[in-house]
């Protein structure tokens, strides 16, 4: 997990205001996820990328973009079309090791709306 | 698609009881079931996962078990301690197409106490 830094920890956003979410992994992963957490709802996939140059929408996406130009780099940006934005926004990336599909998170940033 | 339900939402036991979080899936093509611990504030932590071709595994005071026919797996926490208390959350890879990328459809968690 050490591998997997997000920043910043605190975000505040403006209203119409567009901000980016860093996450950066070292572990030479190939993929790469964001995750939004709210209370009580577990984590729901916004965006993942399988590889550089690619990535897919998840099962919340409106409102957010992503780019991953490169592998260890994968930011999620929430624009101002996301209405609700605050909550705990997670990364992670996967290793495959024979079968196992296991994911890594990052330590998570925190947005709020002032 | 995949759905993913974990009861209780809420557990609150004894110091050195048992705990036992149970989550059911849909697609019976799923392959892959990790179980994680969150602390208040901080990552999803792996605690333990399993596969669609083992029945259970074991780490330590940590068990997980999948019935395939059923289409449910749970988490056994034996002897717990004040330290377990955290968000558990079960999550599933949908096989198929699905499972191609890996995706993980999560629970929405359970908030174990344990109470020394």
């Known amino acids: 997990d050490g591998g997997i830094t997000q920043s910043p920890k605190y975000l505040f956003r403006k209203e119409g205001q567009n901000v980016t979410l860093s996450c950066e992994q070292n572990?030479?992963?190939?993929?790469m996820y964001w995750y939004r957490q709210d209370p009580g709802q577990g984590l729901r996939l916004i965006y993942y990328?399988?590889?550089?140059?690619?990535?897919q929408k998840g099962d919340i996406a409106e409102g957010y973009s992503v780019s991953r130009e490169k592998k260890e780099s994968f930011p999620l940006t929430v624009t101002s079309a996301q209405k609700n934005p605050t909550a705990f926004y997670l990364c992670?990336?996967?290793?495959?090791?024979?079968?196992?599909?296991?994911?890594?998170f990052g330590p998570g940033t925190r947005l709020l709306v002032l | 698609g995949e759905n993913v339900e974990q009861h209780p939402s809420t557990l609150s036991v004894q110091e050195g009881d048992s705990a036992v979080i149970k989550c059911t899936y849909s697609?019976?093509?799923?392959?892959?079931f990790p179980w994680y611990k969150q602390e208040l504030g901080k990552r999803p932590q792996l605690i333990i996962d399993i596969r669609s071709n083992v029945g259970e595994k074991k780490d330590q005071r940590i068990a997980v078990t999948l019935n395939k026919t059923a289409k449910h797996f749970s988490l056994h926490i034996t002897e717990t301690q004040p330290e377990d208390s955290a968000v558990y959350f079960c999550a599933a890879t949908p096989g198929g197409h699905g499972g191609a990328t890996n995706k993980l459809i999560f629970g929405t968690g359970t908030l174990l106490a344990v109470q020394p």
């Open positions: 697609d019976s093509a799923s392959n892959y």
């Open positions: 990328s399988q590889i550089v140059n690619d990535f």
């Open positions: 572990l030479n992963h190939d993929a």
């Open positions: 992670a990336s996967r290793v495959t090791s024979g079968k196992v599909e296991t994911q890594y």
